[in-house]
């Protein structure tokens, strides 16, 4: 008999990250086949991951183009699909979040009536435009899905209150917080010299991530300024900004701090060497999607710099808070988490509402049973943790 073909299709490094422990629990399943094609959206990153994890893709659309629209990734993505299913033949493609890839693979495979599972299924912001494109682009992958792997109850009521059918969500944790608790257990040997000398050194650190394009323009010169005025009032912080490639990012935010003295900018970090730096510092800013889930693991609070998020679970819980991306409300925030340790205390917490490191597993136990070779395991429970 011959073994079902799963089909694991992602091309960024956040793709990779959760999609890595996903791969392994699946190769572990003897039942299933798995056959893993990449697109290259992030051509770097997305290599790093794989060599972190020790992943080889069986296929590569290498898709990367200098400044590359949303258009072109989800054309090459859909071209490119639709020639290799010529000649390999999934059971299911699995995509994970909300990508463009993700998206464009989910159709492509729509398009060959070929079922697919989406990971990470129902996040929700309720804003069209925020984030820009996650929030539409993971509504198109629920309509086209089959099997909805779910991190958190609060996704999976999204998901019930679009009518999908309850028996087709399977609520599995995340699975970034096993490829976490994975790297978290190797050895922080820093090899960024930046951060090598850092880690010697005993000084507050803040750790500052932006590339969403709903902040291009004026709301990323905010984040620019905001944070200059920081680390010229405090100059026993360190600043330690990992500078996404986004050109657009790098033009609006770079000339107001790469001439401070205790501003670290880096090229973008290795998911290792990025873990280990997030357990290194006190206050993370962000507006990762990611990191909002990661850094309440290691007990890190966690300002994001958006409106509104697809993943409130951990602003109910406390440890994370929006506030946006005027300049004196990044600074206010910052400045009462250094300075009133009440404060922090209350938002560094470590509780883990995304994941008991068990995720892969819940996952590839949910598509055995969707292909009709295994049984699902029972649901992530966040109030049993």
């Known amino acids: 008999m011959t073994m079902p073909l799963i089909m694991p299709v992602y091309g960024t490094r ?10 392994a629990a699946l190769r572990e399943t003897a039942e299933l086949d798995v056959f893993i094609s990449l697109t290259g959206q992030h051509r770097e990153m997305l290599d790093q991951v794989n060599e972190l994890f020790g992943i080889v893709g069986d296929h590569d659309l290498n898709i990367l183009s200098p400044r590359q629209t949303l258009s072109a990734i ?3 993505t859909l071209g490119g699909l639709a020639e290799l299913f010529e000649t390999v033949k999934p059971d299911a493609v699995v995509v994970q979040g909300d990508t463009g890839t993700s998206t464009a693979a ?11 599972v989406h990971l990470e299924a129902g996040l929700r912001s309720g804003h069209r435009y925020s984030p820009f494109p996650e929030e ?13 792997l779910a991190p958190t109850a609060s996704s999976r009521a999204n998901l019930v209150h679009e009518g ?12 970034v917080i096993d490829a976490l608790h994975e790297v978290v257990r190797r050895p922080a040997d820093f090899t960024t010299p930046e951060l090598a000398a850092l880690a010697r050194i005993d000084a507050p650190v803040l750790l500052v991530t932006t590339h969403r394009r709903e902040n291009y323009g004026d709301a990323m010169s905010n984040i620019g300024r905001a944070l200059r005025q920081l680390a010229t009032e405090r100059p026993e912080l360190r600043v330690v900004f990992p500078a996404h490639r986004s050109p657009v990012m790098r033009e609006a935010v770079l000339p107001h701090i790469d001439d401070l003295p205790n501003v670290t900018v880096v090229e973008p970090l290795d998911y290792r060497e990025f873990t280990h730096l997030l357990a290194m510092s006190d206050v993370v800013l962000t507006d990762s999607g990611g990191v909002q889930e990661e850094a309440p693991s290691l007990g890190k609070p966690v300002l994001v710099m958006r409106d509104s998020t697809e993943r409130p679970e951990a602003v109910e819980a406390g440890t994370v808070k929006l506030i946006g991306t005027a300049s004196e409300r990044i600074v206010r925030e910052v ?3 250094f300075d009133d340790p009440r404060a922090y205390s209350a938002m560094s917490r470590a509780v883990n509402p995304y994941g008991d490191g068990l995720a892969a597993p819940r996952c590839s136990a949910a598509i055995a049973e969707y292909l009709g070779v ?5 649901d992530f429970d966040h109030a049993m943790e």
């Not at 793709?15 to 890595?20: C, D, L, N, Q, T």
């Not at 295994?374 to 029972?378: D, F, H, L, Q, Y």
Request: glycine letters at 4%; hydrophobic letters at 45%.
């Open 74 to 76: 989800t054309a090459k």
């Open 374 to 378: 295994g049984t699902r395991m029972p």
């Open 164 to 175: 999908v059918p309850d028996d087709d969500i399977v609520v599995t944790g995340n699975t």
């Open 136 to 148: 539409i682009n993971r509504k198109i992958t629920t309509q086209i899905a089959s099997l909805h």
């Open 14 to 23: 956040p793709e990779a990250v959760k999609m890595a422990p996903l791969v």
């Open 106 to 116: 989910a159709m492509a495979a729509f398009y060959e009536q070929i079922p697919v």
């Open 335 to 337: 400045a009462e988490l």
